[in-house]
């Protein structure tokens, strides 16, 4: 960030009055241009004349000034006595310069900071002055940011002059500068536009409670109301979706699926998988996991293109969300219940238990210890930790044997599929000869009654050559 120097002052010696007025009117303009505090401006002065003061007198301490608040005189004292103000005057015209620029650069720099730290996640506009190396440089006024490649939105690109909005990602200090960085990118842009086009969350009618995004792609928003009359989802949306075509257009098209907030996963979990339908759920509080069921026809639609929609409907609910079918998790049952029998010290009943708090695999048990795993099996906390290591050396050879299935399974699927294609060709193969030999057939017949003096015209009347009427019906050839 770039600021504009500030032009040190020039003490005027004598006389007295105008130096003190000098020093007045000074302070005046940079609290004006700089919107910096008056008594941090007068410290600042009384500091570098100080400190210029301790080098003429060639001593470390001892040196006071004070600068009177409404005159804007200076008086010093050097162990108890007065330094005589032409020589104080002399001194700060000559040695103080560049220390009053630089406290007063620090002054500037911290109201900088404070100002802009108070609007981290707010929504800002600014134009771009320049673009270096995909890096945009944002002008905010009396102060530059930064909006970088790595927080614009994929596939957007920006030009000198353009206004963009983004919001405050991070401030921090680099030595006596500001650095201020902005967002398109973050999850907080997706919030603010929404504060700054819908006026119910604005005013805190509707509160947007969580969001997942993947910037340039999807995004997810739930909402509530704490007005029953509101439908939150609704006045997001608006008539004909339009209140969220401003929001969509600055996103540049990025998909918005509004959900509706619920405490209860249950209802929460199957709103975030939206448009998928969700046959059942299943929360297992000690995994922060919840596994859902649904039809076979569901299946694609609920995980999405790539995961995503699981993976967004996860992030917007805290929950780490696994879709099975009804197979599928008959199948993941049948598989904890052989390799946790394998476990050393545990029975039927502590396979049930640990199955029961949704523990499908080695893994899983990885990511407790043996004093959780006694909470809710009863096993002897010496045993538990037994299991816990065993679980810890065999889970890479579990997931191995777990992968090795479902491709064992894919493949015979593939096979089975290949398989029934080649029949269905074969048997098409088949109908097509038969086709071609009941075509050969009828026209072998149609040379023989020719060759007896029948003309033949398919399907209508023929007549012998001498003279002789009679019908032959011939089935159109193929």
Not at 313 to 335: F, N, P
Request: glycine share 6%; with cysteine; net charge negative.
């Amino acid at each position: 960030m770039k600021t504009a120097k500030t032009k040190a002052p020039k003490i005027v010696v004598e006389p007295k009055r105008e130096v003190g007025k000098a020093i007045l009117e000074l302070v005046d303009k940079m609290h004006e241009e700089k919107k910096i505090s008056r008594e941090v401006i007068f410290g600042a002065i009384e500091a570098a004349i100080k400190l210029a003061a301790e080098r003429h007198f060639a001593v470390e301490e001892g040196v006071l000034v004070l600068i009177d608040r409404a005159t804007g005189d200076i008086s010093a004292k050097f162990n108890e006595t007065d330094v005589d103000p032409v020589t104080l005057g002399r001194i700060a015209a000559q040695s103080a310069k560049q220390i009053i620029y630089q406290k007063v650069r620090e002054a500037e720099s911290d109201t900088v900071y404070t100002e802009y730290q108070g609007k981290k996640g707010e929504l800002i506009q600014g134009t771009v002055t320049r673009v270096d190396a995909g890096t945009a440089i944002v002008s905010l006024g009396k102060s530059e940011a930064l909006l970088p490649r790595s927080e614009q939105i994929p596939g957007e690109t920006h030009h000198v002059g353009e206004r963009v909005k983004a919001v405050v990602l991070e401030v921090r200090k680099a030595g006596q500068r500001v650095k201020i960085v902005l967002s398109r990118a973050h999850p907080d842009f997706v919030r603010a536009l929404f504060e700054d086009e819908i006026p119910e969350i604005e005013d805190r009618t509707i509160d947007i409670r969580a969001i997942s995004r993947e910037a340039g792609y999807r995004s997810k928003l739930a909402v509530s109301s704490i007005d029953t009359k509101v439908d939150c989802v609704g006045a997001c949306v608006g008539v004909r979706g339009s209140r969220i075509k401003n929001v969509i257009e600055e996103l540049n098209g990025e998909r918005l699926d509004i959900v509706r907030w619920n405490d209860s996963l249950q209802v929460l979990i199957p709103n975030a998988l939206s448009p998928a339908q969700i046959s059942e759920v299943f929360t297992y509080t000690r995994l922060g996991r919840a596994v859902v069921l649904v039809a076979d026809d569901q299946l694609s639609l609920a995980i999405g293109r790539r995961g995503q929609n699981v993976r967004l409907a996860s992030k917007l609910v805290g929950w780490d969300i696994e879709i099975m079918t009804h197979e599928e998790l008959a199948e993941s049952l049948e598989r904890a219940e052989r390799w946790f029998a394998q476990l050393p010290n545990v029975s039927e009943e502590h396979v049930q238990a640990m199955i029961g708090d949704g523990f499908l695999s080695y893994n899983d048990l990885t990511f407790i210890d043996g004093a959780e795993l006694t909470d809710f099996t009863g096993l002897p906390l010496e045993q538990a930790d037994e299991v816990i290591a065993y679980a810890e050396e065999y889970a890479d050879h579990m997931e191995r044997s777990v992968e090795d299935e479902r491709n064992a399974t894919a493949q015979a699927i593939a096979e089975a599929e290949a398989e029934a294609e080649a029949e269905e060709i074969a048997a098409r193969n088949r109908a097509a000869d038969e086709a071609i030999a009941a075509a050969s057939a009828a026209s072998e017949a149609t040379a023989n009654l020719e060759a007896a003096g029948v003309s033949v015209v398919d399907g209508a009347e023929a007549t012998i050559v001498d003279g002789t009427e009679a019908t032959v019906v011939v089935e159109p050839s193929v």
